[in-house]
């Protein structure tokens, strides 16, 4: 079983990548969102855009459950930091 160092550590390792790739489809989804916008905004004629249109609402959506996921991802590592790593885990009954 490892020391708990090691094991905060690995912890915070794990929560670092999560966010990291959180992060990543935020900024991704918000690049594909300024691109669409741009395009609007020079050629509001442009084929190519009338076919990008309908991803507008899925991009604001994917956006919104990013935000949602950071948030509550934030909210579990503050339980965790105030009440240790287990705070979250259900421990069967007599143990």
């Not at 094991?7 to 790739?21: E, G, K, L, M, T």
């Not at 609007?40 to 076919?51: G, I, K, M, S, Y």
Request: cysteine-free.
């Amino acid at each position: 079983m490892p020391s708990e160092p090691v094991a905060q550590s690995a912890i915070q390792r794990r929560h670092a990548v999560n966010r990291a790739r959180l992060l990543g489809i935020s900024a991704l989804g918000l690049s594909a969102t300024l691109v669409i916008i741009r395009l609007l905004v020079l050629d509001p004629t442009a084929d190519l855009l009338r076919q990008l249109a309908p991803l507008i609402p899925m991009l604001i959506l994917l956006g919104t459950g990013v935000s949602l996921l950071l948030r509550s991802h934030r909210l579990r590592l503050a339980l965790e930091a105030e009440l240790g790593p287990d705070a979250g885990k259900q421990h069967p009954v007599g143990s």
